[in-house]
T-cell receptor
């Protein structure tokens, strides 16, 4: 069964620290990987996607992909209280590229 | 511009009512999605339209009926819903080869 796994958290970090969120996936054929941020009561917001091994940086966010180890991570530098949210990892299904396979999400709390 | 709009924002309906949810995007995306999301769970795929044709139905009960009148619009018709259908209903559209999906703000549905 194709799975995407995340630690549910809560992950608690102090303001200004680096938050590290991790996601593992089971299907080696997976090609594209997405990080969504979801505030309570709101819809998911795409913040990063990556499909090549290595790092991809966008502002304070860095996505890291290691296909050999089948994990993808999201680093948030200089964490702010406004980063407190649930972070959802999603992987494009290699069997049907119209579908995403979702992790259960990691709750992040950034403490002032 | 990555805007997907949804109306209404909130909907309360009885089990005998018929109502519709609407979704619109003007980004030229050719795939549109309906998801259902319960609290503290990831989005659950319901339907996918690709080039205005229904391409995925995730065994959704017939009390939910999707419609895609044109490439910019997506409707979800609701009839004889159950209280357990209360959830956040999300519309999304898909951009390109990587498969990134952009979500609308959602409709919070309560079935009494």
């Amino acid at each position: 069964q194709k799975e995407v796994e995340q630690n549910s958290g809560p992950l608690s970090v102090p303001e200004g620290a680096i938050a590290s969120l991790n996601c593992t996936y089971s299907d080696r054929g997976s090609q594209s990987f997405f990080w969504y941020r979801q505030y309570s009561g709101k819809s998911p917001e795409l913040i990063m996607f990556i499909y090549s091994n290595g790092d991809k940086e966008d502002g304070r966010f860095t996505a890291q992909l290691n296909k050999a180890s089948q994990y993808v991570s999201l680093l948030i530098r200089d964490s702010q209280p406004s980063d407190s949210a649930t972070y959802l990892c999603a992987v494009r299904s290699p069997g049907n590229n119209r579908k995403l396979i979702w992790g259960l999400g990691t709750s992040l709390a950034v403490n002032p | 511009d990555t805007e997907v709009t949804q109306t209404p924002k909130h909907l309360v309906m009885g089990m005998t009512n018929k109502k519709s949810l609407k979704c619109e995007q003007h980004m030229g995306h050719r795939a549109m999605y309906w998801y259902k999301q319960k609290a503290k769970k990831p989005p659950e795929l319901m339907f996918v339209y690709s080039y205005e044709k229904l391409s995925i139905n995730e065994s959704v009960p017939s009390r939910f009926s999707p419609e895609c009148p044109n490439s910019s619009l997506l409707n979800l018709h609701l009839h004889a819903l159950q209280p357990e259908d209360s959830a956040l209903y999300l519309c999304a559209s898909r951009l390109g080869q990587a498969g990134e999906q952009f979500f609308g703000p959602g409709t919070r549905l309560t079935v009494l």
